[in-house]
């Protein structure tokens, strides 16, 4: 196969290979979220905001510092990820298009117009890192308001508001992350697709690693969450 077709045929593949396992990984947290770090951290943090809530008078300056830092952490990643699309900005508009020998580390299209897809595809990413964490924020702060104001017994419609709220932020907040994860086999494209093909395929079960759970986790959260709702509803026992 030429050098210069390389291209055309691994960077797709392994971008395949991370769309098709991002599929199946939306399909399980809609089906099966316990299975999954995303859909049982979102259990927890559903029975987090109703333990919270119930008494906001004692429980409101944690809630406020535990939201406080899932706000730093977006507030870090977001403004990493709009720095670093700035300076690649700055590299390819002040790079020079004169006919300079190319690198001998890169195996494969080294065509100008090539140069500037990657670089782009870099920047997208970075740029949609960016916008997921500032809607992560968004909702932080939203929730950072929801979550200390007083509610009525038998009131549950304002603390499920509030803990959809949560959720969406945390959504938004993977989201950020995952697109960081995705600027690795970008940035590796830059020295030829192999590498990028490599990495794809490395990463996909990296992720397959840190997304999904064990027996032993989902059996030690649903024994939390029931032994939590029992001690928060000692009713629901009785019935």
């Excluded at 599929?23 to 559903?46: C, Y």
């Excluded at 590299?91 to 890169?106: G, H, I, R, Y």
Aim: glycine share 4%; net charge positive.
């Amino acid at each position: 196969m030429e050098e210069e077709r390389l291209d055309y045929v691994l960077v797709p593949l392994g971008l395949l290979m991370l769309v098709v396992y991002h599929a199946w990984l939306l399909v399980t947290i809609v089906r099966n979220p316990r299975r999954t770090v995303i859909g049982l951290n979102a259990e927890s943090r559903h029975q987090w905001v109703h333990s919270l809530m119930t008494d906001p008078l004692k429980n409101g300056v944690l809630t406020v510092q535990t939201i406080r830092n899932n706000i730093m952490a977006s507030t870090l990643l977001a403004t990493t990820a709009i720095t670093l699309s700035s300076l690649i900005g700055v590299f390819v508009s002040s790079s020079s298009s004169s006919t300079a020998a190319a690198s001998q580390l890169v195996y494969g299209n080294q065509t100008a117009i090539m140069s500037s897809i990657k670089y782009f595809a870099i920047i997208v990413c970075f740029l949609v890192a960016f916008l997921c964490n500032v809607q992560s924020i968004r909702y932080y702060a939203h929730v950072s308001f929801l979550a200390t104001l007083p509610t009525s017994t038998g009131k549950k419609d304002s603390i499920e508001y509030a803990a959809r709220n949560l959720n969406r932020g945390s959504f938004f907040w993977s989201l950020g992350l995952r697109a960081f994860y995705v600027s690795f086999p970008l940035f590796l494209w830059i020295f030829g697709p192999i590498p990028m093909f490599v990495c794809c395929f490395m990463m996909s079960f990296v992720l397959y690693f840190l997304d999904t759970t064990t027996n032993f986790t989902r059996e030690l959260h649903c024994h939390t969450l029931k032994k939590e709702i029992t001690v928060n509803d000692p009713e629901s026992s009785v019935s």
